[in-house]
Structures are given as C-alpha cells and as structure tokens.
C-alpha cells in the first residue's frame, strides 16, 4: 500500500559532512550534482544524529528503510570520517529509489536526514568495511563484517516490496475497531523511537505508549479507528528481528 509521509524539506544550510577519500566519493556534495548521479542500489544518508549508538542505529535503520524493499546491508561506522552517515544497499533498484523520495526530509532521532544514491555501486561498503584488505586478512575481515550482519539485522522482506508485507504465519485474534492498537511480540530491544518510525508514516498516527518493565508489549494510538485499522493491516507480521513477527490487534476499549 502506498505510505503517506509528511516530510520536512531539508534546510540548504547544514552543515558540510568531512570529505571521504576519492573512492568512497558521495554524490551531492557540489550542490545540484546530485541530479548528475545515476540511480544505485546503495543510498548515502548524512546529518544523522552521532548521539545514537551503532547498532541501535543500525536497527532504527532497517526498521525504517526496509518497508521499500528488501535490505542487503546497511553500514554505520563511528570513525571521524563516517560519523553522522550510513549507507544503506537494496536488493532492487525501486526499493532504493523510493526510499529516497518518500523519507528525504525524514525526522531520524530529530534531525532530516538527507539522502542521495551513493555515487558509486555497492562495492563501496565493502572498502568501508575494510573486507578489501590483503589477501591473507581478507577471509576473516569478510567473515567477521558477515557474523555483524547477520546479528544486528533483521529479517529481510519480500523483495521491491513498497511496504510490510503481512506474515500468513501470524494468526490474531482481534478486538471490535479502536482507534489505540496493541502491539505484541515485541523483541527486547524495541524502543519507542523504533515504533514511531514504522507508524509515523500513517495518516492520523499521534504517540507510542511503552510499558514500563514489559518490553514486548506496546501501545500505539492513532486519532480515529480507521487509521489505525490501515496501520493494522500494513505493519501485521512485520519482523523487527528474525524471530519477532510483530502481532497488532485494536486495544480492548
């Protein structure tokens, strides 16, 4: 289903990011030349918060991005030179491309990220990964770069897919219509942050409600029973981690 985003436009004033050596170029950085580069399956996200830990960006990051399509990996590094950037490769074309549009602008940990294809194809992650080294080193370094990967990550979705798709595993037993859903299953690094980004994008979405001591329960209201219904059914069975299905039901009025 299409998603309705509201997205801030990105002011022209922020700051420069430092400049990465010639291989790792990133598109955008001389003005309009961004309208130069061709489309790729990676995209460059910068002006992001450097507050945020890695792997919790990491997380935020494929819970946001991977409603466009299926992820094959996302790069976020604390080095001088990455700071306050990821790169983000899709699987399909369309998935980076949409990305790009509908989330340009996107409130991430209360900065607008801005957003470009990355100048050059994905191989790029792999020199930022440091698994193009020597030789000898190269198995490891690739090996350890896959084992981070596989545990930060979670499970990918049905590829070119424009949004969640519903899992036919998850069976719910629901409640009568309620503009406040109730979210189930929740992995334990859940926070509040994570859930606002999936349900921002819908029409009418007003707060996430936590519980305290209780990470894999969670509340989410939305301003009438209709728009909470087509969050519902859009995020039913999205996988915030491989083993997590979230489950959604309307609350118990």
Request: net charge positive.
């Given at each position: 289903m299409p998603l309705h985003m509201s997205v801030r436009p990105v002011p022209r004033s922020l700051k420069q990011q430092p400049a990465l050596p010639v291989s790792y170029e990133r598109c955008g950085e001389r003005g309009d030349a961004t309208m130069d580069i061709r489309p790729n399956h990676t995209i460059y996200i910068n002006n992001i918060n450097d507050k945020v830990k890695k792997e919790e960006l990491k997380r935020s990051l494929y819970a946001l991005f991977s409603q466009f399509g299926q992820i094959i990996d996302i790069v976020a590094m604390k080095t001088a030179k990455m700071r306050g950037q990821a790169f983000v490769v899709f699987k399909e074309l369309a998935g980076a491309t949409n990305a790009l549009r509908q989330l340009q602008g996107f409130p991430f940990y209360n900065k607008p990220m801005r957003i470009q294809y990355a100048k050059t194809d994905s191989e790029v992650i792999a020199k930022v990964k440091g698994t193009y080294?020597?030789?000898?080193?190269?198995?490891?370094?690739?090996?350890?770069?896959?084992?981070?990967?596989?545990?930060?990550?979670?499970?990918?979705?049905?590829?070119?897919?424009?949004?969640?798709?519903?899992?036919?595993?998850?069976?719910?037993?629901?409640?009568?219509?309620?503009?406040?859903?109730?979210?189930?299953?929740?992995?334990?690094?859940?926070?509040?942050?994570?859930?606002?980004?999936?349900?921002?994008?819908?029409?009418?979405?007003?707060?996430?409600?936590?519980?305290p001591g209780k990470h894999d329960i969670s509340f989410v209201e939305f301003e009438s029973e209709t728009q909470a219904g087509v969050a519902k059914d859009a995020l039913q069975g999205f996988r915030i981690t491989a083993t997590c299905a979230m489950k959604i039901t309307y609350a118990k009025k």
């Open positions: 080294g020597d030789k000898e080193k190269k198995k490891d370094k690739k090996k350890k770069a896959q084992e981070v990967s596989a545990v930060s990550l979670m499970k990918k979705p049905a590829a070119g897919s424009a949004a969640p798709v519903n899992s036919a595993a998850v069976q719910v037993v629901d409640n009568p219509p309620n503009y406040i859903l109730f979210l189930n299953n929740l992995p334990e690094e859940t926070n509040e942050m994570m859930l606002s980004m999936l349900f921002n994008q819908f029409p009418g979405f007003k707060e996430v409600r936590l519980v």
